[in-house]
């Protein structure tokens, strides 16, 4: 590729002066009419096409997006910044947090969760049954008692089994809502950058019907002026040929009266 020919797909940015492809660029007329206005308090003179780079307009986008949550919402928390971000930057704020807490367990963490799902299933309850009655049978009509009725062993046991059962499955029930937190704190995110994004596309919605509506005007004028261009040529037109037939009537009656004269 020539010079002449890279020049040509480069253009300057309107805010920095910057020489960057024209993909890169976005013209001023394109944008939403509040990102314009934000735009023009810094910058009053920029004429109506001029190009502008992205991560300028990511920057004034991430400005007017911070100050209209700030205006309704009061003073922005983190979440907010957040979506605001990546909004400006156009990058997905969705995640799985579900994988992302699991991947961060530790032993004694996933060794609660598996007493957790042990200890609240069927599997538990049938074999603790079968557990307590076997127990009981070699206690009371088994050859050897180390445990007789009323079973003191079998009690201490099965205290301490629900003491150290408790504090497992109350630590996986602490994992459980720090992933529900997780998880309203992503929808949380999610559902305002959705509304962010739908009160834009509303915007860029307006603003292109305005501009539709502005150029259909524009092209109805240009059809009233050819209308009017046109009937004028055809008054004009008629005009002259009124004036010929008018002429070339005064001409022949100037010569047929020698002819009609007496011989």
């Not at 400005?63 to 907010?80: I, K, P, Q, T, W």
């Not at 919605?205 to 055809?234: F, G, P």
Request: a neutral charge; glycine letters at 4%.
């Amino acid at each position: 590729m020539t010079s002449h020919d890279r020049s040509a797909d480069h253009a300057p940015c309107a805010l920095t002066g910057r020489s960057l492809p024209k993909r890169e660029l976005v013209s001023l007329d394109a944008l939403r009419p509040a990102l314009v206005d934000a735009i023009r308090q810094d910058h009053p003179d920029l004429p109506a096409h001029a190009l502008i780079a992205q991560d300028q307009i990511a920057l004034y986008r991430s400005r007017y997006v911070n100050a209209m949550l700030a205006s309704e919402r009061g003073e922005l928390g983190d979440l907010d910044r957040q979506v605001a971000e990546s909004l400006a930057r156009s990058e997905l704020i969705t995640s799985n947090t579900d994988d992302e807490i699991d991947r961060d367990r530790t032993f004694g963490q996933r060794l609660a969760d598996k007493v957790a799902s042990f200890g609240g299933s069927w599997a538990f309850l049938i074999s603790f049954g079968v557990v307590i009655a076997f127990w009981m049978a070699i206690n009371i009509a088994g050859a050897t008692s180390f445990d007789p009725y009323p079973f003191i062993l079998l009690n201490l046991l099965l205290s301490c089994l629900a003491a150290v059962q408790a504090p497992v499955i109350m630590m996986s029930q602490q994992r459980q809502e720090a992933k529900d937190r997780a998880r309203s704190r992503n929808d949380y995110q999610i559902n305002l950058k959705a509304e962010l994004e739908i009160r834009h596309l509303h915007e860029k919605m307006d603003h292109l019907v305005n501009r539709q509506w502005q150029r259909l005007a524009e092209i109805q004028e240009v059809q009233i002026e050819l209308l009017q261009e046109l009937r004028s040529a055809q008054a004009s037109d008629a005009k002259d040929a009124r004036a010929a037939i008018s002429t070339s009537r005064v001409r022949s009656g100037g010569s047929a009266k020698p002819r009609g004269s007496k011989t």
